[in-house]
T-cell receptor, first 113, second 112 residues
């Protein structure tokens, strides 16, 4: 059974710091992995999607990497800003026809001014 | 485009009542799904649909029904609400498997 874990559950950093959020999954047979952002009381916004054949994806100050063999992904945020404060969730898409996303519990990030 | 819309935003039900959570998308996406989000448990898939007339169960389907009569709409029905169904419900859509999923703003449901 695929399980997705995100550590730490919460993180507080000063503005300007570079930071890394971690995501691990137990079954390497994935179709892709997605990182989402969720603001309090809001829905999820997709940040980056990495296909299983890719090693990383970049969007602005965000860089996500994928290591299928070790079952790990990281989300790197450069030069963090208070506006980056949110919960970040990773989710894996199973490598079958079931279209099922398996989510981690998220990392709650606070960037202090 | 409005994207994925959900109604209502908030609902209070008494145990045993039934209701329908509405979800619509205007992006002509084939795939739609319903998740529930509970503290400490992340999002869990309830039901999903790969096209009009086709639905299937997710991880936690008990107590919920769905139908997909059109590409745009994917309502979620609670047949007899229970306090364990208190949660935040999200609808999502995407073009096909492997593409980015777009989420609605959610419906907060409280069952007393």
């Amino acid at each position: 059974k695929q399980e997705v874990t995100q550590i730490p559950a919460a993180l507080s950093v000063p503005e300007g710091e570079n930071l890394v959020l971690n995501c691990s999954f137990t079954d390497s047979a994935i179709y892709n992995l997605q990182w989402f952002r969720q603001d309090p009381g809001k829905g999820l916004t997709s940040l980056l999607l990495i296909q299983s054949s890719q090693r990383e994806q970049t969007s602005g100050r965000l860089n996500a990497s994928l290591d299928k063999s070790s079952g790990r992904s990281t989300l790197y945020i450069a030069a963090s800003q208070p506006g980056d404060s949110a919960t970040y969730l990773c989710a894996v898409n199973r490598k079958d026809s079931s279209y099922k996303l398996i989510f981690g519990s998220g990392t709650r990030l606070l960037v202090r001014p | 485009n409005a994207g994925v819309t959900q109604t209502p935003k908030f609902q209070v039900l008494k145990t045993g009542q039934s209701m329908t959570l509405q979800c619509a998308q205007d992006m002509n996406h084939e795939y739609m799904s319903w998740y529930r989000q509970d503290p400490g448990m992340g999002l869990r898939l309830i039901h999903y649909s790969v096209g009009a007339g086709i639905t299937d169960q997710g991880e936690v389907p008990n107590g919920y029904n769905v139908s997909r009569s059109t590409t745009e709409d994917f309502p979620l029905r609670l047949l007899s609400a229970a306090p364990s169904q208190t949660s935040v419900y999200f609808c999502a859509s995407s073009t096909v498997l492997g593409e980015t999923q777009y989420f609605g703003p959610g419906t907060r449901l409280l069952v007393l």
